[in-house]
Protein backbone atom coordinates (compact mmCIF):
# COMPACT_ATOMS: atom_id res chain seq x y z
CA UNK A 1 0.00 0.00 0.00
CA UNK A 2 1.14 3.33 -0.91
CA UNK A 3 1.14 5.92 1.60
CA UNK A 4 -0.14 9.97 1.04
CA UNK A 5 2.81 10.96 2.98
CA UNK A 6 5.00 9.12 0.45
CA UNK A 7 3.90 11.95 -2.17
CA UNK A 8 5.21 14.97 -0.86
CA UNK A 9 8.48 16.49 -1.49
CA UNK A 10 10.46 15.45 1.92
CA UNK A 11 12.36 18.80 1.56
CA UNK A 12 9.00 20.83 2.99
CA UNK A 13 8.30 17.83 5.73
CA UNK A 14 4.66 18.08 6.56
CA UNK A 15 5.81 17.48 10.07
CA UNK A 16 7.88 20.55 10.40
CA UNK A 17 6.81 23.32 13.38
CA UNK A 18 4.42 25.51 11.07
CA UNK A 19 3.03 28.65 13.34
CA UNK A 20 -0.56 28.58 14.60
CA UNK A 21 -0.61 32.22 13.95
CA UNK A 22 1.16 35.11 13.02
CA UNK A 23 1.68 37.50 15.90
CA UNK A 24 3.01 41.21 15.94
CA UNK A 25 4.24 40.55 19.42
CA UNK A 26 6.52 37.40 18.17
CA UNK A 27 9.57 39.50 18.51
CA UNK A 28 12.55 37.22 18.84
CA UNK A 29 15.29 36.98 16.65
CA UNK A 30 14.74 33.49 15.77
CA UNK A 31 11.05 33.29 15.79
CA UNK A 32 11.24 35.74 13.49
CA UNK A 33 13.89 34.07 11.38
CA UNK A 34 11.55 30.90 11.20
CA UNK A 35 8.87 33.03 10.31
CA UNK A 36 10.19 35.04 7.29
CA UNK A 37 11.73 31.69 6.36
CA UNK A 38 8.36 30.27 5.66
CA UNK A 39 6.82 33.32 4.27
CA UNK A 40 5.36 32.42 0.61
CA UNK A 41 5.06 35.80 -1.34
CA UNK A 42 2.25 34.82 -4.22
CA UNK A 43 2.18 37.22 -7.35
CA UNK A 44 -0.81 38.65 -6.14
CA UNK A 45 0.99 39.52 -2.94
CA UNK A 46 3.92 41.06 -4.67
CA UNK A 47 1.02 43.13 -6.91
CA UNK A 48 -0.32 44.74 -3.90
CA UNK A 49 2.40 45.27 -2.12
CA UNK A 50 4.05 46.87 -4.65
CA UNK A 51 0.92 49.48 -5.07
CA UNK A 52 0.97 50.44 -1.75
CA UNK A 53 5.02 51.22 -1.53
CA UNK A 54 4.17 53.59 -4.41
CA UNK A 55 1.09 55.30 -3.09
CA UNK A 56 3.22 55.60 0.44
CA UNK A 57 6.25 56.64 -1.76
CA UNK A 58 3.52 59.37 -3.70
CA UNK A 59 2.33 60.37 -0.15
CA UNK A 60 5.74 60.88 1.75
CA UNK A 61 7.17 63.01 -1.46
CA UNK A 62 3.88 65.44 -1.88
CA UNK A 63 3.74 65.91 2.11
CA UNK A 64 0.54 66.95 3.39
CA UNK A 65 -2.92 66.00 1.82
CA UNK A 66 -1.87 62.80 0.76
CA UNK A 67 -4.35 60.15 1.96
CA UNK A 68 -2.64 57.94 4.14
CA UNK A 69 -4.87 55.27 5.63
CA UNK A 70 -4.68 51.49 4.02
CA UNK A 71 -7.29 48.86 4.54
CA UNK A 72 -5.95 45.35 4.54
CA UNK A 73 -8.52 42.85 4.50
CA UNK A 74 -9.21 38.92 3.34
CA UNK A 75 -10.95 35.86 4.56
CA UNK A 76 -8.98 34.80 8.87
CA UNK A 77 -6.23 32.63 7.70
CA UNK A 78 -5.06 34.46 4.17
CA UNK A 79 -2.34 36.10 5.45
CA UNK A 80 -3.19 39.63 6.37
CA UNK A 81 -1.25 39.85 9.63
CA UNK A 82 2.07 38.31 7.93
CA UNK A 83 1.55 41.10 5.30
CA UNK A 84 1.26 44.04 7.29
CA UNK A 85 3.59 42.80 10.28
CA UNK A 86 6.82 41.58 7.73
CA UNK A 87 6.11 45.28 6.08
CA UNK A 88 6.53 47.24 9.32
CA UNK A 89 9.55 44.95 10.38
CA UNK A 90 11.35 46.03 7.23
CA UNK A 91 10.66 50.25 7.46
CA UNK A 92 12.00 49.80 10.99
CA UNK A 93 15.87 49.88 10.79
CA UNK A 94 16.10 48.46 14.47
CA UNK A 95 15.06 44.79 13.38
CA UNK A 96 18.39 42.74 12.42
CA UNK A 97 17.94 39.00 11.95
CA UNK A 98 21.44 37.17 11.46
CA UNK A 99 22.96 40.44 11.06
CA UNK A 100 21.13 41.72 8.12
CA UNK A 101 18.35 44.42 8.61
CA UNK A 102 14.77 42.60 8.62
CA UNK A 103 14.24 44.28 4.87
CA UNK A 104 17.16 41.94 2.99
CA UNK A 105 15.23 38.72 4.44
CA UNK A 106 11.92 40.46 3.20
CA UNK A 107 13.40 41.17 0.03
CA UNK A 108 14.83 37.09 -0.51
CA UNK A 109 11.09 36.59 -0.13
CA UNK A 110 10.14 38.70 -3.22
CA UNK A 111 9.80 37.64 -7.15
CA UNK A 112 10.66 40.80 -9.14
CA UNK A 113 13.46 42.77 -8.46
CA UNK A 114 11.26 46.06 -9.35
CA UNK A 115 9.68 45.16 -5.82
CA UNK A 116 12.63 44.74 -4.33
CA UNK A 117 14.42 47.96 -5.39
CA UNK A 118 11.60 49.97 -4.62
CA UNK A 119 10.94 48.36 -1.16
CA UNK A 120 14.73 49.43 -0.34
CA UNK A 121 14.26 52.86 -2.12
CA UNK A 122 11.28 53.44 0.17
CA UNK A 123 12.79 52.16 3.31
CA UNK A 124 15.79 53.93 3.10
CA UNK A 125 14.01 57.40 2.09
CA UNK A 126 11.89 57.78 4.79
CA UNK A 127 13.04 55.69 7.68
CA UNK A 128 10.35 55.77 9.89
CA UNK A 129 9.26 54.63 13.40
CA UNK A 130 6.46 51.85 13.50
CA UNK A 131 4.04 50.94 16.31
CA UNK A 132 2.57 47.69 16.04
CA UNK A 133 -1.10 47.18 17.89
CA UNK A 134 -2.62 43.79 17.88
CA UNK A 135 -6.11 44.48 18.88
CA UNK A 136 -7.13 40.79 19.55
CA UNK A 137 -4.61 40.41 22.24
CA UNK A 138 -3.66 43.90 23.42
CA UNK A 139 -6.96 44.72 24.40
CA UNK A 140 -7.13 47.19 28.11
CA UNK A 141 -7.78 44.66 30.56
CA UNK A 142 -11.20 45.48 31.71
CA UNK A 143 -12.18 48.20 29.26
CA UNK A 144 -13.27 46.25 26.23
CA UNK A 145 -15.59 49.07 24.91
CA UNK A 146 -12.45 51.54 24.79
CA UNK A 147 -12.24 52.90 21.41
CA UNK A 148 -9.03 52.32 18.69
CA UNK A 149 -7.67 55.58 19.66
CA UNK A 150 -7.68 55.41 23.39
CA UNK A 151 -5.90 51.42 22.88
CA UNK A 152 -3.25 52.70 20.51
CA UNK A 153 -2.26 55.52 23.09
CA UNK A 154 -1.09 53.18 25.57
CA UNK A 155 0.55 50.92 23.12
CA UNK A 156 2.63 54.35 22.23
CA UNK A 157 3.53 55.28 25.99
CA UNK A 158 4.45 51.18 25.59
CA UNK A 159 6.69 51.95 22.70
CA UNK A 160 8.27 54.89 24.13
CA UNK A 161 9.17 53.18 27.38
CA UNK A 162 6.49 55.30 29.64
CA UNK A 163 4.62 53.85 32.44
CA UNK A 164 0.97 52.58 31.89
CA UNK A 165 -0.43 54.71 34.36
CA UNK A 166 -1.50 58.12 32.91
CA UNK A 167 -0.52 60.01 35.54
CA UNK A 168 3.04 58.67 35.57
CA UNK A 169 3.79 58.44 32.77
CA UNK A 170 2.75 62.81 32.28
CA UNK A 171 5.37 63.32 35.20
CA UNK A 172 8.02 61.23 33.41
CA UNK A 173 7.48 63.18 29.84
CA UNK A 174 7.55 66.58 31.75
CA UNK A 175 11.13 65.43 33.67
CA UNK A 176 12.28 64.29 29.98
CA UNK A 177 11.71 67.52 28.27
CA UNK A 178 13.01 69.28 31.48
CA UNK A 179 16.63 67.41 31.04
CA UNK A 180 15.39 66.04 34.64
CA UNK A 181 14.79 62.39 34.27
CA UNK A 182 18.45 61.14 34.91
CA UNK A 183 18.28 63.08 38.18
CA UNK A 184 14.41 61.61 38.90
CA UNK A 185 16.09 57.94 38.36
CA UNK A 186 18.82 58.62 41.04
CA UNK A 187 16.52 60.19 43.33
CA UNK A 188 14.32 56.74 43.09
CA UNK A 189 17.31 54.62 43.72
CA UNK A 190 18.34 56.55 46.52
CA UNK A 191 14.95 55.68 48.12
CA UNK A 192 14.54 52.25 47.34
CA UNK A 193 17.77 51.34 45.98
CA UNK A 194 16.06 49.52 42.77
CA UNK A 195 15.95 51.18 38.80
CA UNK A 196 12.79 52.99 38.03
CA UNK A 197 12.70 50.89 35.18
CA UNK A 198 11.90 48.01 36.89
CA UNK A 199 8.86 49.53 39.17
CA UNK A 200 7.07 52.08 36.36
CA UNK A 201 4.27 49.94 35.65
CA UNK A 202 4.46 49.05 39.63
CA UNK A 203 0.82 50.63 41.13
CA UNK A 204 1.83 49.76 44.99
CA UNK A 205 5.30 51.26 44.57
CA UNK A 206 4.35 54.25 42.56
CA UNK A 207 1.74 55.12 45.15
CA UNK A 208 4.56 55.21 47.94
CA UNK A 209 7.61 56.48 46.62
CA UNK A 210 6.66 58.64 43.96
CA UNK A 211 4.70 61.81 45.66
CA UNK A 212 7.81 62.17 47.73
CA UNK A 213 10.09 62.45 44.68
CA UNK A 214 7.77 65.08 43.13
CA UNK A 215 7.67 67.27 46.08
CA UNK A 216 11.57 67.36 45.96
CA UNK A 217 11.81 67.64 42.13
CA UNK A 218 8.83 70.29 42.27
CA UNK A 219 7.87 71.93 45.51
CA UNK A 220 6.14 74.35 43.93
CA UNK A 221 4.11 72.15 41.88
CA UNK A 222 3.28 69.37 44.92
CA UNK A 223 3.31 71.73 48.42
CA UNK A 224 3.94 68.37 50.10
CA UNK A 225 5.13 65.07 50.01
CA UNK A 226 1.10 63.23 49.91
CA UNK A 227 0.15 65.95 46.84
CA UNK A 228 1.08 63.68 43.79
CA UNK A 229 -1.59 61.08 43.17
CA UNK A 230 -1.81 58.78 40.13
CA UNK A 231 -5.10 58.57 40.69
CA UNK A 232 -7.10 58.75 37.72
CA UNK A 233 -9.47 61.78 37.34
CA UNK A 234 -11.83 62.70 34.76
CA UNK A 235 -10.39 64.45 31.92
CA UNK A 236 -11.63 65.65 28.53
CA UNK A 237 -9.57 64.91 25.59
CA UNK A 238 -9.84 66.30 22.37
CA UNK A 239 -9.18 64.02 19.42
CA UNK A 240 -6.42 66.08 17.49
CA UNK A 241 -4.69 66.75 20.61
CA UNK A 242 -4.20 63.39 22.10
CA UNK A 243 -3.23 62.29 18.01
CA UNK A 244 -0.38 64.80 18.57
CA UNK A 245 0.67 63.93 21.25
CA UNK A 246 1.46 59.88 20.22
CA UNK A 247 2.97 61.91 16.97
CA UNK A 248 4.84 63.71 19.51
CA UNK A 249 5.58 60.95 21.76
CA UNK A 250 6.85 58.70 18.98
CA UNK A 251 9.23 61.11 17.20
CA UNK A 252 10.85 61.94 20.88
CA UNK A 253 11.54 58.03 21.74
CA UNK A 254 12.45 56.54 18.14
CA UNK A 255 14.20 60.25 17.17
CA UNK A 256 11.87 59.80 13.49
CA UNK A 257 10.06 61.98 11.51
CA UNK A 258 8.18 59.46 9.01
CA UNK A 259 5.61 57.16 11.64
CA UNK A 260 3.34 54.10 10.53
CA UNK A 261 0.82 53.06 12.94
CA UNK A 262 -0.30 49.19 12.36
CA UNK A 263 -3.01 47.83 13.89
CA UNK A 264 -4.24 43.93 13.11
CA UNK A 265 -7.85 43.42 13.68
CA UNK A 266 -8.96 46.50 13.59
CA UNK A 267 -12.56 45.69 11.52
CA UNK A 268 -13.29 42.75 13.75
CA UNK A 269 -12.60 44.90 16.42
CA UNK A 270 -14.98 48.16 15.66
CA UNK A 271 -17.61 45.70 13.93
CA UNK A 272 -20.78 47.37 13.90
CA UNK A 273 -20.27 49.51 16.95
CA UNK A 274 -20.69 53.17 15.71
CA UNK A 275 -18.83 55.08 18.72
CA UNK A 276 -15.80 52.76 17.65
CA UNK A 277 -16.19 53.24 13.98
CA UNK A 278 -16.29 57.42 14.98
CA UNK A 279 -13.56 57.09 16.95
CA UNK A 280 -11.82 55.15 14.36
CA UNK A 281 -12.52 57.86 11.97
CA UNK A 282 -11.56 60.48 13.78
CA UNK A 283 -7.99 58.56 14.43
CA UNK A 284 -7.27 58.46 10.84
CA UNK A 285 -8.64 61.87 9.91
CA UNK A 286 -6.43 63.55 12.09
CA UNK A 287 -3.34 61.44 11.23
CA UNK A 288 -3.82 62.53 7.75
CA UNK A 289 -4.37 66.44 8.50
CA UNK A 290 -1.51 66.30 11.50
CA UNK A 291 1.16 63.79 10.17
CA UNK A 292 1.25 66.10 7.04
CA UNK A 293 2.09 62.75 4.79
CA UNK A 294 4.24 61.42 7.13
CA UNK A 295 2.24 59.77 9.32
CA UNK A 296 0.00 56.49 7.77
CA UNK A 297 -2.42 53.78 9.52
CA UNK A 298 -2.49 50.92 8.24
CA UNK A 299 -5.25 48.48 9.74
CA UNK A 300 -6.10 45.24 8.84
CA UNK A 301 -9.74 43.39 8.89
CA UNK A 302 -11.93 40.63 7.53
CA UNK A 303 -14.14 42.52 5.56
CA UNK A 304 -13.55 44.64 3.03
CA UNK A 305 -15.08 48.85 2.47
CA UNK A 306 -17.06 47.90 -0.80
CA UNK A 307 -20.39 46.85 -0.80
CA UNK A 308 -20.78 45.37 -4.51
CA UNK A 309 -17.97 42.89 -3.30
CA UNK A 310 -19.48 39.72 -2.76
CA UNK A 311 -17.51 38.39 -0.46
CA UNK A 312 -18.37 41.67 1.93
CA UNK A 313 -21.69 39.83 2.94
CA UNK A 314 -20.78 40.31 6.87
CA UNK A 315 -20.27 44.14 6.02
CA UNK A 316 -22.19 46.74 8.14
CA UNK A 317 -23.43 49.89 7.07
CA UNK A 318 -21.27 51.11 9.80
CA UNK A 319 -18.18 49.85 8.17
CA UNK A 320 -18.79 50.94 5.12
CA UNK A 321 -18.77 54.54 6.50
CA UNK A 322 -14.84 54.35 6.81
CA UNK A 323 -14.19 53.66 3.11
CA UNK A 324 -13.10 57.68 2.79
CA UNK A 325 -10.67 57.63 5.49
CA UNK A 326 -9.11 54.29 4.44
CA UNK A 327 -8.85 54.85 0.52
CA UNK A 328 -5.85 52.58 0.04
CA UNK A 329 -6.86 48.97 0.06
CA UNK A 330 -4.57 45.63 -0.17
CA UNK A 331 -6.85 43.07 -0.89
CA UNK A 332 -5.70 39.19 -0.08
CA UNK A 333 -7.61 36.64 -1.98
CA UNK A 334 -8.55 33.16 -1.34
CA UNK A 335 -6.34 31.74 -4.01
CA UNK A 336 -3.21 33.10 -1.94
CA UNK A 337 -3.94 30.87 0.08
CA UNK A 338 -3.72 28.11 -1.99
CA UNK A 339 -0.99 28.65 -3.62
CA UNK A 340 0.61 29.16 0.23
CA UNK A 341 -0.41 26.20 1.18
CA UNK A 342 1.08 23.90 -1.84
CA UNK A 343 4.15 26.11 -1.96
CA UNK A 344 4.52 25.85 2.21
CA UNK A 345 3.44 22.02 2.72
CA UNK A 346 1.48 20.05 0.14
CA UNK A 347 4.39 20.23 -2.76
CA UNK A 348 4.67 16.87 -4.02
CA UNK A 349 7.87 15.21 -5.10
CA UNK A 350 8.53 14.22 -8.86
CA UNK A 351 7.38 10.61 -8.55
CA UNK A 352 4.79 11.70 -6.38
CA UNK A 353 3.36 14.10 -9.09
CA UNK A 354 3.84 11.02 -11.53
CA UNK A 355 1.83 9.30 -9.80
CA UNK A 356 -0.86 11.98 -9.14
CA UNK A 357 -0.74 13.27 -12.32
CA UNK A 358 -2.03 9.55 -13.82
CA UNK A 359 -4.52 8.91 -11.25
CA UNK A 360 -6.33 11.96 -12.47
CA UNK A 361 -5.91 11.05 -16.22
CA UNK A 362 -7.37 8.25 -15.43
CA UNK A 363 -10.29 9.14 -12.90
CA UNK A 364 -10.36 13.07 -13.41
CA UNK A 365 -13.35 13.37 -15.64
CA UNK A 366 -15.49 11.50 -13.06
CA UNK A 367 -13.71 13.07 -9.96
CA UNK A 368 -14.93 16.63 -11.40
CA UNK A 369 -18.58 15.62 -12.23
CA UNK A 370 -18.92 13.69 -8.80
CA UNK A 371 -17.49 16.78 -7.09
CA UNK A 372 -19.07 19.47 -8.40
CA UNK A 373 -20.83 21.96 -6.05
CA UNK A 374 -24.32 22.49 -6.35
CA UNK A 375 -25.86 26.54 -6.02
CA UNK A 376 -22.72 27.10 -4.32
CA UNK A 377 -21.98 30.54 -6.04
CA UNK A 378 -18.85 31.62 -4.35
CA UNK A 379 -16.69 28.63 -4.42
CA UNK A 380 -14.93 27.65 -7.38
CA UNK A 381 -15.35 24.25 -7.98
CA UNK A 382 -13.53 23.33 -11.13
CA UNK A 383 -10.03 22.25 -11.05
CA UNK A 384 -7.67 20.82 -13.82
CA UNK A 385 -5.07 17.59 -13.73
CA UNK A 386 -2.31 20.88 -12.57
CA UNK A 387 -4.35 21.93 -9.44
CA UNK A 388 -5.29 18.50 -8.48
CA UNK A 389 -1.77 17.54 -8.26
CA UNK A 390 -0.57 20.60 -6.54
CA UNK A 391 -3.75 20.19 -3.72
CA UNK A 392 -4.27 16.71 -3.41
CA UNK A 393 -5.44 15.19 -0.66
CA UNK A 394 -7.94 18.53 -1.12
CA UNK A 395 -9.80 19.54 -3.54
CA UNK A 396 -9.43 23.93 -4.36
CA UNK A 397 -12.73 24.22 -3.50
CA UNK A 398 -12.14 23.54 0.25
CA UNK A 399 -9.64 26.70 0.76
CA UNK A 400 -12.69 28.90 0.13
CA UNK A 401 -14.64 26.75 2.38
CA UNK A 402 -12.54 26.71 5.14
CA UNK A 403 -11.56 30.74 4.86
CA UNK A 404 -15.54 31.09 5.19
CA UNK A 405 -15.61 28.43 8.06
CA UNK A 406 -12.66 30.77 10.40
CA UNK A 407 -13.67 33.51 9.17
CA UNK A 408 -17.57 32.73 10.92
CA UNK A 409 -15.89 31.32 14.02
CA UNK A 410 -13.52 34.76 14.16
CA UNK A 411 -16.34 36.60 14.23
CA UNK A 412 -17.75 34.57 16.96
CA UNK A 413 -14.46 34.20 19.47
CA UNK A 414 -12.23 37.43 17.87
CA UNK A 415 -9.88 34.83 16.67
CA UNK A 416 -8.52 34.02 20.08
CA UNK A 417 -6.93 30.49 19.67
CA UNK A 418 -8.50 29.72 16.30
CA UNK A 419 -5.73 28.42 13.71
CA UNK A 420 -4.63 29.65 10.42
CA UNK A 421 -5.82 27.98 7.28
CA UNK A 422 -2.71 26.08 6.15
CA UNK A 423 -1.83 24.92 10.26
CA UNK A 424 -5.56 22.96 9.86
CA UNK A 425 -4.34 21.57 6.87
CA UNK A 426 -1.10 20.06 8.41
CA UNK A 427 -3.23 19.12 11.85
CA UNK A 428 -5.10 17.16 9.19
CA UNK A 429 -2.74 15.49 7.55
CA UNK A 430 -0.59 15.09 11.09
CA UNK A 431 -2.58 14.28 13.75
CA UNK A 432 -5.03 11.61 14.74
CA UNK A 433 -9.14 11.87 14.75
CA UNK A 434 -11.76 10.17 16.01
CA UNK A 435 -9.65 6.90 16.42
CA UNK A 436 -8.74 7.35 12.64
CA UNK A 437 -4.57 7.53 11.69
CA UNK A 438 -3.78 10.62 10.48
CA UNK A 439 -4.57 11.42 6.71
CA UNK A 440 -1.11 11.20 5.52
CA UNK A 441 -1.29 7.54 6.40
CA UNK A 442 -3.97 6.40 4.39
CA UNK A 443 -3.95 4.50 0.53
CA UNK A 444 -3.05 7.20 -2.08
CA UNK A 445 -6.88 8.01 -3.75
CA UNK A 446 -8.18 8.73 -0.51
CA UNK A 447 -9.76 12.43 -0.79
CA UNK A 448 -10.91 15.15 1.85
CA UNK A 449 -14.25 16.29 1.76
CA UNK A 450 -16.02 19.46 3.65
CA UNK A 451 -16.53 16.82 6.96
CA UNK A 452 -12.90 16.40 6.97
CA UNK A 453 -12.57 19.62 7.47
CA UNK A 454 -15.96 19.93 9.69
CA UNK A 455 -13.92 17.09 11.87
CA UNK A 456 -11.29 19.46 12.62
CA UNK A 457 -12.90 22.29 13.18
CA UNK A 458 -15.15 20.08 15.53
CA UNK A 459 -13.45 21.98 18.62
CA UNK A 460 -12.92 25.28 17.98
CA UNK A 461 -16.77 25.42 16.66
CA UNK A 462 -17.97 23.93 20.34
CA UNK A 463 -15.63 26.23 21.85
CA UNK A 464 -17.53 28.95 19.80
CA UNK A 465 -20.79 27.57 20.27
CA UNK A 466 -20.91 26.23 23.65
CA UNK A 467 -23.29 23.84 25.50
CA UNK A 468 -26.56 25.91 26.77
CA UNK A 469 -27.52 26.00 31.04
CA UNK A 470 -29.25 21.99 30.35
CA UNK A 471 -26.45 20.71 29.18
CA UNK A 472 -27.81 19.97 25.66
CA UNK A 473 -26.83 21.80 22.27
CA UNK A 474 -29.04 25.43 21.60
CA UNK A 475 -30.30 25.12 18.13
CA UNK A 476 -28.13 23.55 15.18
CA UNK A 477 -24.18 23.89 14.55
CA UNK A 478 -23.41 26.78 12.00
CA UNK A 479 -22.11 23.92 9.65
CA UNK A 480 -24.18 20.82 10.52
CA UNK A 481 -22.97 17.20 9.66
CA UNK A 482 -24.29 15.21 6.89
CA UNK A 483 -27.99 15.01 7.73
CA UNK A 484 -27.99 10.91 7.32
CA UNK A 485 -25.70 10.64 10.49
CA UNK A 486 -22.92 9.37 8.45
CA UNK A 487 -19.94 8.58 10.68
CA UNK A 488 -16.52 10.50 10.64
CA UNK A 489 -14.67 8.70 7.72
CA UNK A 490 -17.87 7.60 5.97
CA UNK A 491 -17.54 10.49 3.92
CA UNK A 492 -13.78 10.09 2.81
CA UNK A 493 -13.73 9.24 -0.92
CA UNK A 494 -11.55 7.61 -3.35
CA UNK A 495 -11.49 8.92 -7.03
CA UNK A 496 -11.46 5.50 -7.88
CA UNK A 497 -15.05 4.78 -5.99
CA UNK A 498 -16.81 8.38 -6.95
CA UNK A 499 -20.47 8.77 -5.65
Known sequence: MTQIRSLFDPDKGIHRSIEKVISYQTSQEERLKAEIREYIVTDNIELQLERLLENIQAAMEAGGGHEVGVWVSGFYGSGKSSFTKYLGLAFDQRVQVDGQPFLRHLQ?????????????????????????????????????????????????????????????????????????????????????????????????????????????????????????????????????????????????????????????????????????????????????????????????????????????????????????????????????????????????????????????????????????????????????????VNLYPFLPAHFEILLHLLGALAKSTGGIGLRSAIKVIQDILIEDSGGQPPIADHEVGWLATTVTLYDSLDRDIRRAFPLGASGGRQGLHPFPRRPDGAGRRQDHRRPSDPR
Open 108 to 388: DRLLKPTTKALLSAVAARFPAAVVMLDLASEQIAGATLAEVSTVLYYKVLQYAGYSRNLKVAALERKLKKEGRFTEFEALFHQETGEAWADYRNDELVADSVLPGIAHLLYPALFRNDQAFTTASSDVIYLMDDRVQEMIDIVREASGKEYIVFVIDEIGQYVGSYQTKILDLQGLAENLKNLGEGKVWIIGTAQQTLTEDDPRATINSPELFKLKDRFPITVELESSDIKEICYRRLLGKSSTGGATLGALFDRLGQALRHNTRLVDARYYDASFDRESF
